[in-house]
């Protein structure tokens, strides 16, 4: 092979490459990545809004149907009151006897400090008496914790969905 040949192969091997190049950026973000959002127009922005919604005129009935035996009911609470200076504590915590699994609760301050847990707790049945792993002073304990972790109640006791309820600790005098 000449010189000049071996020239042109490479100028056309370079226009080769380069036109390669060009081709995969511009499709690069089709085959690899997420497609550009179509440009704004009134047609696209139709298209995502809901035609059956309403304007809002107030709560409307709706159908409550039987109980979801699939649910785990969680009982709220806004605050408890506790004892200041004293790790033994009355409380009323329960699950609802239209469960089918078994809770394990726990009573956290908002730094994650856990004051109490509770061994699994069957449906139908309450905690009245508790003891803390620390007394508290008196005051106003924002953003405690009751964590509800739920089991299945079979032999493996397989973990379920739980909750964590935000309240506020009154640790009176």
Do not use: H
């Not at 179509?38 to 809901?50: E, I």
């Not at 409307?60 to 004293?86: F, M």
């Not at 994650?112 to 061994?119: C, D, F």
């Not at 106003?140 to 032999?155: G, I, N, P, Q, V």
């Amino acid at each position: 092979m000449n010189k000049t040949a071996k020239t042109l192969l490479l100028v056309l091997l370079a226009v080769i490459l380069v036109g390669g190049g060009i081709f995969a950026g511009i499709n690069w973000n089709r085959w690899f990545g997420q497609e550009a959002a179509p440009a704004s127009s009134a047609d696209t922005s139709r298209a995502q809004v809901d035609t059956s919604a309403e304007e809002y005129t107030g709560d409307r009935e709706v159908y409550q149907g039987e109980k979801n035996t699939d649910t785990i009911d969680i009982p709220g609470y806004g605050a408890i009151s506790l004892k200041a200076g004293e790790t033994g504590q009355a409380v009323n915590f329960y699950n609802p006897e239209q469960n089918t699994c078994c809770f394990r609760m726990s009573l956290l301050l908002s730094d994650g400090t856990e004051l109490w847990k509770s061994g699994l707790v069957e449906p139908g049945m309450a905690v009245y008496e508790i003891e803390l792993n620390q007394s508290l002073e008196a005051g106003e304990y924002e953003d405690a914790t009751l964590k509800y972790e739920c089991f299945a109640m079979d032999d493996e006791q397989t973990p379920l969905n739980g909750s964590e309820i935000k309240l506020t600790l009154n640790v009176l005098e």
